[in-house]
Each structure stands twice: as structure tokens, then as C-alpha cells.
């Protein structure tokens, strides 16, 4: 009896061994096999506008950078703000020792006072004729003496706050609490960074195609996938003789915000040109073998995920950093392959990668443990997926059984690691039958 259990297991799983090669099939290109095809990846024909530009090479600065110096000679007794904090015009930076500098204000205070009554009584006696008009004027001479010496005093004292010239962002703090300074000394260094400048030379033959308000588009290396808009602001009206270049300013609006500092690496492209709705693909479908342009496009051959790549030539009209125009070649809509196509020739079969189900090579690898192409099976969550349904299609308590260990393990539906000890634990209760339909 068990003999004749044991060869009834044998041939379900032969059978279930069949229907899934009648299921998938030989593919159609030359007798392979899906699991022999290449992986790749696509992207469609689009239409989008595309522009020509002027490159160029330089470093990010500031719309204005200061030094911030110390008007007074003195003691710092405190510093308000710090690297990094923005500051309006007139924002208290530090703080000098004032004490002596206010005791000199009091003292001036007292004199103009006093000097201020002595010339008012002299008024009124040479209103009144008692009094020479060289006396008189000695008096008012002495008054208007004591008021210069009380506002350069409280000048003076005014000197002792060290304040931001303009409105920006403080990059350099030069002194401590404690450290005397002297007066004309640097102590911190102020900047706007929006907008910010990028000064570029152009070639002397390129003079006519930039103008005062035209477009550029500006990227960093720190981001390079991100482009920022500047427009360009001055144009110098000389010509280097030494390197027969122009020099030519891009205001960069609104970079304050941004990642964008001064002093970064960045590249700059003019717009001299753009067409509008053209024919675009991306540069990286763009293969690098053979003579002229060439790329691979994608044909389905009806199943799943399956295809072919044929080779095309292309006609190249304008680039930017991500996008080829096409001149001729290619249709609206076509698929040209962009991941894959390193080695390809024509009419190699492919596949679109997470699509399709992995082609496996034994009844037990075909549920969930097998290897496609010297992959995992778990490596792809769609692949695995697919394989589960197939799977779950044939055995409908190995489905409940799953079911309820995702409530407890949620982690199971996407884990390959978990889903092949799913799978042994399910054969050694013998919900599957076990490898090679044996028992274990």
C-alpha cells in the first residue's frame, strides 16, 4: 500500500511538472527559453521640450560677501550670534566692554550742559547790550564744542555694539569672549546668498548667442539630478585677448533655501535653443558599440514580460543631461531598452525585468526554492508572487495555511528566506509533498 501512495505522488508531481511547461512554453525566439532571456529595462518614445546650450565650469558666490570689522579697540564681553544664523541689516553681533566709553558720554554730558547754561545767560545779556559780541560768540563757540565732544562720545559708545552691515547669513566668527580686539580688526564675515552668482567665460564665437534675461540652467555636485534656474544678468563688454573669452554673470534667484552655497562646484548651461514637443529618449539607452547612433528597441512577442531587442539606427538632434532628441529612427511609443543592453546583438530574447515567471528546473524549486539564471527565486518580489499564485492555484491548503501565518508574521509575504522555510515546514507536515515527490 504505501508503495502504491508513494508512486501516485510521484506522478502528481510529473503531472504538475507539465502543465507548468505547457504553461509557459519554449519561447519563440530560436527555441530558448524564457529563463535563458536577458533581463532589461525599458523606457517608452515621449515627447517633452529639449534645449541647446553653452557649457561652462565655475564656483557659486555670494550676491555680497562682508568682513565685518571692530570700529572700537576693546575687550569682547559677547558674542550674539553664531556661524550659520541669518541676521538683518543692523543685527547686533557682538558686544564690546562699554564702561569706559559710557563714563566719557556722562562726562561729555555734564560739560554741554554746563557750556549750554553759560552761552544761554551770555544771550541774554547781549540782548540786552551788557555783553561784547566777542564774549558772546566765545560762549556760543564753547557750547557747540561740548555738543560735538558728547556725540563723538556717543559714537564712541555706539562703536562698542560690532553690528551686520547688510541682511544675510553669518559664515565666519573670528573671536572669542575674552579676546581684546583693536579697532579696523576682522571679526566676522557676513554674505547673501540669494540670489547667488555664477560668473562664467564663454568662447569669443559663442558672443552672439547670449543675451542680458536669457535662461541657464545650473546644477551642483552635491545634487547633481536637481537643475536650478538662473538667468543671466551682465555680459562683460570686453574680450579676454589672453584667452579670446567673455565673462558673463548668471543670477541664480532664490538659492538661499536651497542646498546651493557659495564657493560650490557647478556647471552652467546657457539656453541658446529649444524645441518645443520633440521626439526624446533617455541618454543611457544610447549604445556605445558600432558605428553611428544606434539603440535596441524592445518587441513583445506576445507573452508575458517577453520579447526581443532589434537594433535601430537613430538620428541625434539636441542633448541635455538626461534626454537625446531623435531626428529619425524611432516612432512615438516604441520601447528602447536603457538597462540590459550592454552585449546585446539583434534578435537576443529578453525579458522585462519583474516580469514573467522564473523558468526552474525541479518540482521542488518550482515551489519557491529553485534558481533562475543562477538567481534566487526570492530575489524579485514580483517573480515570487507570481510563483506563489501558481502554486496556491494547485494547492489550496497550502493557501490557508499562509494565509494564517501572515497574520502572524507579516514579514512572510515578503521574504523569500521565509517563504522557503515556509515551504519545508509545509512538506514535513505533509500539506506539500515532500522533493522529488519522496516522503521526508
Given at each position: 500500500?504505501?508503495g502504491?501512495?508513494?508512486?501516485l505522488?510521484v506522478?502528481f508531481?510529473?503531472?504538475?511538472?507539465?502543465?507548468?511547461?505547457?504553461?509557459?512554453?519554449p519561447?519563440?525566439?530560436?527555441?530558448?527559453?524564457?529563463?535563458?532571456?536577458?533581463?532589461?529595462?525599458?523606457?517608452p518614445?515621449n515627447?517633452?521640450?529639449?534645449s541647446?546650450?553653452?557649457l561652462?565650469?565655475?564656483?557659486?558666490?555670494?550676491?555680497?560677501?562682508?568682513?565685518?570689522?571692530s570700529?572700537?579697540?576693546g575687550?569682547v564681553?559677547?558674542?550674539?550670534?553664531?556661524?550659520?544664523d541669518?541676521?538683518?541689516?543692523?543685527?547686533?553681533?557682538?558686544?564690546?566692554d562699554?564702561?569706559e566709553p559710557?563714563?566719557?558720554?556722562?562726562?561729555?554730558?555734564v560739560a554741554?550742559?554746563?557750556?549750554?547754561?553759560?552761552?544761554?545767560?551770555?544771550?541774554?545779556?547781549f540782548?540786552?547790550?551788557?555783553?561784547s559780541?566777542?564774549?558772546y560768540?566765545?560762549?556760543?563757540?564753547?557750547m557747540?564744542?561740548a555738543?560735538?565732544?558728547?556725540?563723538?562720545?556717543?559714537?564712541?559708545?555706539?562703536?562698542?555694539?560690532?553690528?551686520?552691515?547688510?541682511?544675510?547669513?553669518?559664515?565666519?566668527r573670528?573671536?572669542?569672549?575674552?579676546?581684546?580686539v583693536?579697532?579696523?580688526q576682522?571679526?566676522f564675515?557676513?554674505a547673501d546668498?540669494?540670489?547667488?552668482?555664477?560668473?562664467?567665460?564663454?568662447?569669443?564665437?559663442?558672443?552672439?548667442?547670449?543675451?542680458?534675461?536669457?535662461?541657464?540652467?545650473?546644477?551642483?555636485?552635491?545634487d547633481?539630478?536637481?537643475?536650478?534656474?538662473?538667468?543671466?544678468?551682465?555680459?562683460s563688454?570686453?574680450?579676454?585677448?589672453?584667452?579670446?573669452?567673455?565673462?558673463?554673470?548668471?543670477?541664480?534667484p532664490?538659492?538661499?533655501?536651497?542646498v546651493?552655497?557659495p564657493?560650490m562646484?557647478a556647471s552652467?548651461?546657457?539656453?541658446t535653443?529649444?524645441?518645443?514637443?520633440?521626439?526624446?529618449?533617455?541618454?543611457?539607452a544610447?549604445?556605445?558599440?558600432?558605428?553611428?547612433?544606434?539603440?535596441f528597441?524592445?518587441e513583445?512577442d506576445?507573452?508575458?514580460g517577453g520579447?526581443?531587442a532589434?537594433?535601430?539606427?537613430v538620428?541625434?538632434?539636441?542633448?541635455?543631461?538626461?534626454?537625446?532628441e531623435?531626428?529619425?529612427?524611432?516612432n512615438?511609443?516604441?520601447?528602447?531598452?536603457?538597462v540590459?543592453?550592454?552585449?546585446l546583438?539583434?534578435?537576443?530574447?529578453v525579458?522585462?525585468v519583474?516580469?514573467?515567471?522564473p523558468e526552474t528546473?525541479v518540482?521542488?524549486?518550482?515551489?519557491?526554492?529553485g534558481?533562475?539564471?543562477?538567481?534566487?527565486?526570492?530575489?524579485d518580489?514580483?517573480q515570487l508572487?507570481?510563483?506563489?499564485?501558481?502554486?496556491?492555484?494547485?494547492?489550496?491548503?497550502?493557501?490557508?495555511?499562509y494565509?494564517?501565518?501572515?497574520?502572524?508574521d507579516?514579514?512572510l509575504a515578503?521574504?523569500?528566506?521565509?517563504w522557503?522555510?515556509?515551504?519545508?515546514?509545509?512538506r514535513?507536515?505533509?500539506?506539500?509533498p515532500?522533493r522529488?515527490?519522496r516522503?521526508?
Open positions: 500500500m504505501f502504491f501512495q508513494r508512486w505522488v506522478g508531481i510529473a503531472v504538475l511538472a507539465g502543465c507548468g511547461a505547457d504553461e509557459r512554453g519561447s519563440r525566439r530560436g527555441g530558448q527559453r524564457r529563463g535563458a532571456a536577458v533581463p532589461v529595462k525599458v523606457e518614445v515627447r517633452r521640450d529639449i541647446s546650450s553653452i561652462a565650469n565655475t564656483t557659486l558666490e555670494a550676491f555680497q560677501w562682508v568682513e565685518v570689522r570700529r572700537a579697540s575687550q564681553v559677547a558674542i550674539l550670534k553664531e556661524e550659520g541669518r541676521v538683518n541689516s543692523g543685527a547686533v553681533l557682538a558686544r564690546l562699554s564702561e559710557a563714563l566719557q558720554v556722562k562726562r561729555m554730558e554741554y550742559q554746563d557750556a549750554r547754561r553759560a552761552y544761554e545767560r551770555d544771550e541774554k545779556l540782548k540786552r547790550e551788557l555783553l559780541n566777542e564774549r560768540e566765545n560762549s556760543r563757540g564753547q557747540d564744542r555738543q560735538t565732544e558728547l556725540e563723538q562720545a556717543k559714537l564712541n559708545l555706539s562703536y562698542t555694539s560690532i553690528v551686520s552691515p547688510l541682511t544675510g547669513t553669518v559664515t565666519i573670528s573671536v572669542e569672549v575674552g579676546n581684546m583693536t579697532a579696523n576682522a571679526v564675515s557676513v546668498f540669494d540670489p547667488l552668482l555664477a560668473r562664467i567665460r564663454i568662447p569669443e564665437k559663442n558672443m552672439g548667442k547670449v543675451a542680458i534675461g536669457q535662461g541657464a540652467n545650473v546644477s551642483v555636485e552635491s547633481p539630478e536637481r537643475l536650478y534656474r538662473g538667468v543671466v544678468k551682465m555680459i563688454p570686453v574680450v579676454d585677448p589672453e584667452s579670446g573669452t567673455i565673462k558673463v554673470t548668471i543670477q541664480i532664490g538659492a538661499g533655501n536651497g546651493l552655497r564657493g562646484f552652467v548651461h546657457i539656453i535653443e529649444v524645441h518645443r514637443n520633440t521626439l526624446v529618449i533617455p541618454k543611457k544610447l549604445v556605445h558599440e558600432g558605428e553611428g547612433n544606434q539603440v528597441v524592445y513583445p506576445g507573452e508575458q520579447g526581443s532589434v537594433r535601430r539606427k538620428g541625434i538632434g539636441f542633448a541635455d543631461n538626461e534626454y537625446l531623435i531626428l529619425k529612427g524611432l512615438e511609443g516604441e520601447q528602447v531598452i536603457t540590459g543592453h550592454d552585449g546583438r539583434p534578435g537576443t530574447a525579458r522585462l519583474g516580469e514573467g515567471v528546473t518540482a521542488g524549486d518550482r515551489m519557491g526554492e534558481r533562475e539564471s543562477g538567481r534566487p527565486a526570492g530575489g518580489n514580483g508572487n507570481a510563483m506563489k499564485a501558481r502554486i496556491f492555484a494547485r494547492f489550496p491548503d497550502l493557501k490557508k495555511a494565509d494564517a501565518r501572515v497574520k502572524e507579516p514579514d515578503k521574504s523569500s528566506e521565509k522557503r522555510a515556509f515551504m519545508g515546514e509545509m514535513r507536515q505533509g500539506i506539500l515532500a522529488g515527490g516522503p521526508q
